[in-house]
Every structure is written in structure tokens, then in C-alpha cells.
């Protein structure tokens, strides 16, 4: 079992900036992949951005290239979502997912464990 916790949410202005961060514990060990995914009021469910558990690999969505970067704490056994130069499209109830292969990544059901999210809203 993995047990996940998202902080970080909140309101902020376009153009503005937010941290997202995934607390991890459990049985990391046997995790291979972490993502972030969000889902919008009336929208599915979309990728967001992933990184390898030894943080060699990396992906991100189209729409958040450039914006948006996936780090890994060890430290702390956090993973990471910095978000800059935020837009009001990336509304959204975003989600910290652990998964056991890195491969199919951009796809939720790749993942065994999930977050419970946090909101973030982008006023315009």
C-alpha cells in the first residue's frame, strides 16, 4: 500500500504561481512512476506530468510544457508540481498518483494510488 497527500492548492491569478506537493509513504519501494493528473468541472480526467521514481525520466503534457516542472524531494519523499504562468484553463482538481511501471504513464489506469486532490483555481 501507498499512501498519498496532496497540499498546496488554492486560488491565485493568471499569470500567478503555485506548489503542489505529494507526501508519500507506504510501499515506495515498489514504485516506478508518480504523476499528476487534473480534472476540470465537466471535463475527464487528463494527464497532467510524470516522473520516473529514480527521477531520470520525465513528461509532460502539451499543454503544461514550459509552464509547469515534476521534481522529487527525497528528503522529504515528496513529489513536486511547480506551476507558473498559470491560466485560467488549468482550473482544476489536481491529483498525485503512484503507478508500478513507467510505461502507459499518461494514462490513469497505469496508476494504482491516488491522492485525494486539491483545488486549484486560476481567476482570470
Known amino acids: 500500500q501507498v499512501q498519498l497527500v496532496e497540499s498546496g492548492g488554492g486560488l491565485v491569478q493568471a499569470g500567478g504561481s503555485l506548489r503542489l506537493s505529494c507526501a508519500a509513504s507506504?510501499?515506495?519501494?515498489?514504485?516506478?512512476?508518480m504523476g499528476w493528473f487534473r480534472q476540470a468541472p465537466g471535463k475527464e480526467r487528463e494527464f497532467v506530468a510524470a516522473?520516473?521514481?529514480?527521477?531520470?525520466?520525465?513528461d509532460y503534457a502539451d499543454s503544461v510544457k514550459g509552464r509547469f516542472t515534476i521534481s522529487r524531494d527525497d528528503t522529504k519523499n515528496t513529489v513536486n508540481l511547480q506551476m507558473n504562468s498559470l491560466k485560467h484553463e488549468d482550473t482544476a482538481v489536481y491529483y498525485c498518483?503512484?503507478?508500478?511501471?513507467?510505461?502507459?504513464?499518461?494514462?490513469?489506469?497505469?496508476?494504482?494510488?491516488w491522492g485525494q486532490g486539491t483545488q486549484v483555481t486560476v481567476s482570470s
Open positions: 498518483a503512484a503507478g508500478r511501471t513507467w510505461f502507459q504513464r499518461r494514462l490513469g489506469s497505469a496508476y494504482d494510488y
Open positions: 516522473l520516473s521514481w529514480s527521477g531520470s525520466n520525465y
Open positions: 507506504g510501499r515506495t519501494d515498489r514504485t516506478f512512476a
